[in-house]
């Protein structure tokens, strides 16, 4: 009985990875058919499935073109500029397009920069961060009151949140890790561990 456990534990462990991840995929595809194909399924005489997110894909890319070009690049940013003033659309949009530039530059500036271990305390108890900022001169009320305190975001296991800390420089120490490495860490709470070479023989 324990051997028919083991092997349908070894089963599922290998089966839910990969179902999720392909209902994930599926979803995400099927959300952004979605934004295009309701309207062209109205218009088109036969929808053919996945032409919304075909659509979408290529609006997406041509949009990063005009932003490319320095008169499109203006108007649209006048246009973010006027949305950022009404109440409701500031405190929804903001957020988001600062998460996804957060994201998007990476280790550039701007973006997530390195990786870091934050001492919590006393008790030597560390936990992984990533600095997101050094430098809080566009903040002038932070950056009177930061003193030699640099941001350093947490992120929390097994979910996309997490929280921001102000850290005193001597209380990180910086890691020589890929910031794509960190953050699969940190979200699998560690548990994600890759075979050596001897492991494989």
């Known amino acids: 009985m324990k051997q028919l456990q083991k092997i349908f534990l070894q089963g599922l462990v290998t089966f839910l990875p990969i179902a999720l991840t392909i209902y994930i995929i599926y979803a995400g595809i099927a959300i952004v058919d979605s934004f ?5 399924r109205q218009v088109l005489p ?3 499935p996945g032409l919304g997110f075909l659509l979408t894909i ?18 649209f940013q006048k246009l973010e500029q006027k949305l950022t003033q ?38 030597g108890v560390r936990v992984l961060g990533l600095v997101t ?4 001169k566009d903040i002038p009320a932070i950056e009177q009151n930061a003193g030699d305190r640099i941001a350093v975001y947490v992120p929390m296991s097994y979910g996309l949140g997490g929280f921001t800390l102000m850290v ?20 699998t709470g560690w ?6 070479e001897g492991d494989r023989k």
């Not at 295009?36 to 062209?40: M, S």
């Not at 990063?64 to 320095?70: D, E, I, R, S, Y």
């Not at 280790?107 to 920069?113: D, F, K, R």
């Open 58 to 75: 290529v609006l997406i890319f041509l949009l990063g073109l005009m932003l490319n070009n320095l008169l499109a690049g203006g108007i």
């Open 46 to 48: 036969v929808y053919i």
């Open 86 to 123: 009404v109440p409701f659309i500031k405190a929804v949009y903001s957020p988001l397009r600062d998460l996804m530039n957060l994201f998007s530059k990476g280790g550039g500036p701007g973006g997530l920069q390195k990786v870091v271990f934050v001492d919590m305390g006393e008790g």
């Open 133 to 136: 900022r050094e430098s809080f």
């Open 36 to 40: 295009l194909g309701d309207a062209l």
């Open 191 to 196: 548990v994600k561990a890759e075979k050596n």
């Open 168 to 187: 005193p420089r001597s209380k990180i120490t910086p890691l020589d890790m890929p910031i794509e490495k960190a953050m699969s860490l940190a979200i």
